[in-house]
């Protein structure tokens, strides 16, 4: 069992909250960097769409007939102008559609997901808020609430739906909002700083405990 940990927590307004008791196992965890490699590579390989086609000899149109007999003209046999080897023709071994996705054990996947975090806030570049609330979902009010806070380039973790802020912060590039339940590694180490309110701290706790 690891110690908890201590951490600050921040109004808003960026002003002192308080403090809060983080756990240890999750918020202390050792850097696993090729576990992090191998999740992220699970999570781009998830998102491929895998569409891509190329034409083989069954799809390509035409080339039904014989160009030429196959005797006595001196020229190679051949039995369809849609050959491999002829302009226009189909090609060989091209990519088909496939599922690229593939899944790693929970555990491991839990694991990364400590690792990040953790390491996010060893770096100190994880800022808990004591919560995290807009007058209206106006993109201009988070860019200056974040602006208070010294922030520019965050992942925004909450702990429920917030359709404010969700909404807020669809126009901000370096600017991304989740709720706890949807925080993945590839974002975490995608984003420079981690910001997280209250709620998503003890929605990420619940989440991650074995």
Known sequence: MADPVTAKVLSQDNQPAGEIQLTGEIFDA??????????????LANRRAGTHATK????????????????????????????????GGATVFGPQPRDYSYRMPRSARIAALRSAISDKLRDGQLIIVDKLELEAPKTKLLAQLLQGLGIDNALIVVADRDESLERAGRNLPKVKVLRAGGANVYDILRYHRLVLTRGAVEALEQRLAQ
């Open 56 to 87: 083989t000899r069954a799809f390509v149109r035409g080339g039904g007939k014989k160009p030429w007999r196959q005797k006595g003209t001196g020229r190679a046999r051949s039995g369809s102008s849609r050959s491999p080897i002829w302009v």
């Open 30 to 43: 050792p850097l696993k960097r090729s576990l992090l490699h191998s999740v992220v590579r699970m999570q």
